[in-house]
């Protein structure tokens, strides 16, 4: 969330509707870069609408999976807290002339949450009255000029010309993480009953998850994004392939455990089912998901509840590694319970049961505890 002031917001005129002013506003959207140019959806004037249609300019799917409170979608808390991780640094919306006052109101709001330069463009030769009156206690300028415009388009930054990326391409190939083997474990650690200051992971119990490679960390980052618009369910995922950790695991961290400047993860054990509670390094890949499920999860529940999924999330959280193209490593075709296609996530924890239940009594291994 910003501390500082916001900057001043920009309404651009535009009093012959001039295809050049929508032509260089959407040329200017480069996500990358930090600029979002926001064309809203014809025909509709509802308020979640619009954040729907800002989370599609940030290439990502505008629908949240989950229940939330009163039935109220939180996508506009969602888009908060992605431009405050990403960082978005300019917004410009265009047909700001048909804003209702509900709508200009929330862009502001998202103006001042998130600290980020707001142009709106009208393309009429006067501010309409909705607008007008959104604005009356905001500090903004109003210009005419072209060159001034595009300049609020871009920042005063030259037009990029960047190489193609083939991580754009559709995502069909599945990427086997072995980090993953866990994330349905069945393991009970528990939330410890006031903050505590953990160290650092000392792997005893399990082994350390292998860490990715720069290729498939970016693969891995460029898939969630796009995968889905819930900052919980991704910042989970993400947690899941640098700790190793159970989704059991995962949800006894809160926002204060994160610590964006030290780059560390706080995850929780008190029954020391695992390893104990621990603070684990925070890749730079997936810092960008812890900061965005910290930004949501404060702006929509508080700092007393989870930072990444729930348990009961479970569905939610396979569906959207699915939809990423992430699993684990699958049985071989002979020991599959479901049919093939279909990703198996318990594999590992059924083989265990199994070696397990075919160990001698007296051959047993003693509990951890």
């Known amino acids: 969330m910003a501390l500082a002031a916001p900057p001043p917001i920009a309404v651009v005129l535009d ?77 410009t919306v265009l047909r700001a002339h048909r804003l209702t006052a509900g709508r200009a109101m929330r862009l502001l709001q998202l103006h001042a949450l998130t600290g980020v330069h707001l142009t709106l463009v009208c393309h009429r030769p006067h501010l309409p009255a909705a607008l007008h009156q959104a604005l009356r206690t905001a500090d903004y300028s109003v210009t005419a000029d072209f060159e001034a415009a595009r300049h609020h388009y871009y920042g005063g930054t030259a037009i990029e010309h960047l190489p193609a990326d083939e991580l ?6 599945w990427l086997t993480l072995p980090a993953l083997d866990r994330l349905v474990s069945y393991d009970s650690p528990r939330l410890c009953d006031t903050p505590c200051t953990p160290p650092p992971i000392v792997f005893r119990h399990r082994p350390p998850p292998v860490p990715l490679t720069a290729r498939i960390a970016q693969q891995v980052a460029h898939r969630l994004h796009a995968a889905t618009a819930h900052p919980r369910l991704a910042a989970a995922i993400a947690a899941a392939l640098f700790t190793g ?14 610590d964006d400047t030290a780059a560390t993860l706080v995850l929780h054990d008190r029954t020391r089912y695992t390893d104990g ?45 699915e939809t990423a193209r992430l699993r684990p490593p699958q049985p071989p075709v002979a020991r599959r319970k479901g049919p093939v296609g279909r990703v198996e996530w318990d594999w590992r924890e059924r083989q265990e049961a199994e070696r397990y239940e075919a160990t001698p009594a007296g051959h047993a291994r003693p509990s951890r505890r």
């Open 15 to 91: 009093p012959g509707d001039d295809a050049i002013h929508t032509h260089t506003a959407l040329a200017a959207h480069h996500p990358p870069s930090g600029r979002i140019t926001l064309h809203p959806g014809p025909g509709s004037t509802s308020e979640t609408g619009l954040a729907h249609d800002l989370l599609a300019a940030l290439g990502k799917p505008p629908l949240l999976p989950g229940r939330f409170p009163a039935g109220r979608q939180p996508a506009w808390e969602a888009a908060a807290a992605w431009m405050t991780a990403l960082p978005v640094t300019r917004l």
């Open 277 to 321: 509670c621990a603070a684990y390094p925070v890749p730079p890949w997936a810092g960008i998901f812890l900061r965005a499920a910290a930004c949501f999860t404060r702006l929509v529940s508080g700092e007393d509840q989870e930072l990444l999924a729930a348990p009961g999330d479970r569905a939610h959280l396979l569906r959207v590694a």
């Open 245 to 258: 950790a159970s989704l059991q695991q995962l949800a006894t961290a809160r926002p204060r455990d994160y």
């Open 168 to 173: 754009a391409r559709p995502v069909g190939r």
